[in-house]
């Protein structure tokens, strides 16, 4: 056959490969694509109009106005220095929405708007976008030119904020009932009408400073970190000038970059927190938009303010980090459309003479506030035990990776499965008398172990023998005993990183999902739209 010949065959070969490759891969579009027009709905998300003015109050008006009261509460507004004050008419006591300074102590001369004080007397901080690719953070609203009117509504007033140079206007109402104090930002009453399109509001924080304390005071804020956590105001700080931030239910992987796995950190639980001092003891839930919220701590010393501040901040337009290339720089990106619809915190205010209250406290009344709105919601209803006492879930973390460096990789151990016992029986003693066990760090390697490679109990902890007689211990006593598993976060060494390739079966760059996520409250459309 001639050199010519054998030319042609292959040639013709080659093209009915690539005619059967073009062939298959209609075949695969038309069965598997994603052309089924399916949407999910976002009614789930409430949107609502700013409420209707009952009129106005000068916005340089100096003294207070008793804009809402009712049997338990008494809200008055200042307008010319932004001062919200609550005051409890049952026990005479005035929550601030910023804590009071002594003279000189934070000063602003009306020009630098730069000045802490302006930052500390903002009831809402805001974030925004002037180019759709940068901005400069969070900012009080008092930093920032604006114009501001004061509107008397129904059981509160509204704070209408309007930003000629972004021309971005929005709404903030305080509103009062016989259970305590709500912050609300009405979805349609943001505006955003830049020529270009471009400004626009990434995040809201309201209050920043409405729980605010001094360091070296008593009490502590509770935060619902992992099992939960207590940040005492009399404990030094390994550092004045940070922030602690955190998305409610957890991390998310399609907006939060993150080049390596955060080994320090647990998720928060739950939409709650709150200060206690003694007995007073003040709770905020974030009862709509929380799907975009965050929780927000700031130490004394952050943007040079001498006090703790907690708040919920939520974010409007989450934000994507983009490269151009490998090598290329990076730079931010914004949602076009808003993630969440109205976004309100409610705040509970307890009081009592008797005594102190607790972290428990939080932790009980937390728990029957979601459960009648889980009960009302979703027909959740709480399954009573035997004796009709409440189940506590007692989290033990057993081992952590210790992280110092060494020539070995090595942990530490902080709980063995023979000392689980030790803790229940305890426990036991001390009036608990219903309790499930949930075991964090049972694996090889600790809580940062690769549980997607095998299921062997550490033998730091006892290994497999004493994890099967902990198994058998808690079936004879019949109680609950759960193995901690979240194979979505997944771990490697922390010096080289995470192998996706080696820790699932998935590999990098396979799409599963038909759908791209519209918004970030998880509201899904068909990727071809």
Same mark, same amino acid.
């Given at each position: 056959?001639?050199?010519?010949?054998?030319?042609?065959?292959?040639?013709?070969?080659?093209?009915?490969?690539?005619?059967?490759?073009?062939?298959?891969? &209609?075949?695969?579009?038309?069965?598997?694509?994603?052309?089924?027009?399916?949407?999910?709905?976002?009614?789930? *998300?409430?949107?609502?109009?700013?409420?209707?003015?009952?009129?106005?109050?000068?916005?340089? +008006?100096?003294?207070?106005?008793?804009?809402?009261?009712?049997?338990?509460?008494?809200?008055?507004?200042?307008?010319?220095?932004?001062?919200?004050?609550?005051?409890?008419?049952?026990?005479?006591?005035?929550?601030?929405?910023?804590?009071?300074?002594?003279?000189?102590?934070?000063?602003?001369? =009306?020009?630098?708007?730069?000045?802490?004080?302006?930052?500390?007397?903002?009831?809402?901080?805001?974030?925004?976008?002037?180019?759709?690719?940068?901005?400069?953070?969070?900012?009080?609203?008092?930093?920032?030119?604006?114009?501001?009117?004061?509107?008397?509504?129904?059981?509160?007033?509204?704070?209408?904020?309007?930003?000629?140079?972004?021309?971005?206007?929005?709404?903030?109402?305080?509103?009062?009932?016989?259970?305590?104090?709500?912050?609300?930002?009405?979805?349609?009453?943001?505006?955003?009408?830049?020529?270009?399109?471009?400004?626009?509001?990434?995040?809201?924080?309201?209050?920043?400073?409405?729980?605010?304390?001094?360091?070296?005071?008593?009490?502590?804020?509770?935060?619902?970190?992992?099992?939960? =956590?207590?940040?005492?105001?009399?404990?030094?700080?390994?550092?004045?000038?940070?922030?602690?931030?955190?998305?409610?239910?957890?991390?998310?992987?399609?907006?939060?970059?993150?080049?390596?796995?955060?080994?320090?950190?647990?998720?928060?639980?739950?939409?709650?927190?709150?200060?206690?001092?003694?007995?007073?003891?003040?709770?905020?839930?974030?009862?709509?938009? +929380?799907?975009?919220?965050? *929780?927000?701590?700031?130490?004394?010393?952050?943007?040079? &303010?001498?006090?703790?501040?907690?708040?919920?901040?939520?974010?409007?337009?989450?934000?994507?980090?983009?490269?151009?290339?490998?090598?290329?720089?990076?730079?931010?990106?914004? +949602?076009?459309?808003?993630?969440?619809?109205?976004?309100?915190?409610?705040?509970?205010?307890?009081?009592?003479?008797?005594?102190?209250?607790?972290?428990?406290?939080?932790?009980?009344?937390?728990?029957?506030?979601?459960?009648?709105?889980?009960?009302?919601?979703?027909?959740?209803?709480?399954?009573?035990?035997?004796?009709?006492?409440?189940?506590?879930?007692?989290?033990?973390?057993?081992?952590?990776?210790?992280?110092?460096?060494?020539?070995?990789?090595?942990?530490?151990?902080?709980?063995?499965?023979?000392?689980?016992?030790?803790?229940?029986?305890?426990?036991?003693?001390?009036?608990?008398?219903?309790?499930?066990?949930?075991?964090?760090?049972?694996?090889?390697?600790?809580?940062?172990?690769?549980?997607?490679?095998?299921?062997?109990?550490?033998?730091?902890?006892?290994?497999?023998?004493?994890?099967?007689?902990? &198994?058998?211990?808690?079936?004879?006593?019949?109680?609950?005993?759960?193995?901690?598993?979240?194979?979505?976060?997944?771990?490697?060494?922390?010096?080289?990183?995470?192998?996706?390739?080696?820790?699932?079966?998935?590999?990098?760059?396979?799409?599963?999902?038909?759908?791209?996520?519209?918004?970030?409250?998880?509201?899904?459309?068909?990727?071809?739209?």
């Amino acid at each position: 056959m001639s050199e010519k010949k054998m030319s042609v065959r292959v040639i013709k070969i080659l093209v009915i490969l690539l005619i059967v490759i073009l062939a298959v891969f &209609i075949l695969l579009k038309v069965v598997f694509g994603n052309d089924k027009g399916i949407k999910f709905s976002s009614d789930y *998300l409430k949107v609502s109009d700013p409420k209707t003015s009952l009129g106005t109050v000068p916005s340089d +008006e100096a003294v207070p106005s008793v804009l809402a009261e009712n049997d338990n509460y008494k809200l008055e507004y200042t307008p010319s220095t932004d001062l919200i004050v609550l005051t409890d008419k049952i026990n005479g006591t005035a929550y601030r929405s910023y804590p009071a300074v002594s003279e000189g102590e934070l000063t602003g001369n =009306g020009i630098d708007l730069s000045s802490p004080i302006f930052r500390l007397t903002s009831p809402v901080v805001v974030r925004y976008t002037q180019n759709g690719d940068s901005d400069d953070g969070d900012v009080g609203i008092n930093q920032v030119v604006h114009e501001k009117t004061v509107n008397k509504i129904e059981d509160g007033f509204q704070l209408v904020y309007s930003l000629p140079q972004l021309s971005i206007r929005f709404v903030v109402e305080f509103t009062i009932d016989s259970d305590g104090l709500q912050v609300n930002v009405p979805r349609n009453g943001i505006v955003e009408e830049s020529e270009d399109g471009e400004a626009r509001l990434l995040s809201l924080t309201v209050l920043p400073y409405f729980l605010s304390t001094r360091s070296g005071d008593e009490g502590y804020y509770v935060l619902p970190d992992g099992c939960g =956590g207590l940040t005492y105001f009399d404990q030094p700080r390994l550092t004045s000038f940070s922030i602690y931030e955190k998305k409610l239910y957890g991390y998310d992987v399609t907006f939060d970059k993150q080049l390596s796995p955060d080994y320090v950190n647990m998720s928060l639980s739950m939409p709650v927190a709150g200060r206690i001092i003694n007995g007073d003891m003040v709770s905020m839930y974030s009862v709509e938009g +929380e799907a975009g919220t965050a *929780l927000v701590m700031v130490n004394p010393g952050k943007n040079s &303010i001498p006090f703790y501040g907690l708040a919920y901040k939520f974010h409007l337009r989450q934000i994507y980090t983009m490269t151009m290339s490998k090598s290329g720089s990076t730079f931010y990106q914004y +949602e076009d459309e808003f993630g969440i619809g109205d976004a309100t915190v409610k705040y509970y205010f307890s009081h009592k003479t008797d005594g102190a209250f607790t972290y428990v406290d939080l932790a009980k009344e937390a728990r029957d506030k979601l459960l009648a709105e889980w009960a009302e919601d979703f027909g959740v209803t709480e399954k009573a035990s035997e004796s009709d006492g409440a189940i506590m879930t007692v989290k033990v973390f057993l081992a952590a990776e210790n992280r110092t460096g060494g020539v070995v990789d090595s942990y530490k151990v902080l709980t063995t499965f023979n000392q689980v016992k030790e803790i229940y029986e305890e426990l036991k003693n001390q009036g608990v008398d219903e309790m499930r066990i949930s075991l964090l760090g049972w694996q090889n390697g600790g809580y940062y172990g690769n549980i997607c490679d095998k299921f062997p109990a550490d033998s730091g902890l006892g290994g497999n023998s004493d994890l099967e007689k902990l &198994i058998a211990w808690a079936d004879e006593n019949n109680i609950e005993l759960s193995l901690d598993y979240n194979p979505l976060l997944m771990y490697g060494n922390p010096s080289s990183g995470v192998s996706l390739r080696s820790a699932a079966v998935k590999e990098p760059g396979t799409i599963y999902l038909n759908f791209n996520m519209a918004t970030s409250a998880g509201v899904y459309r068909n990727i071809s739209n």
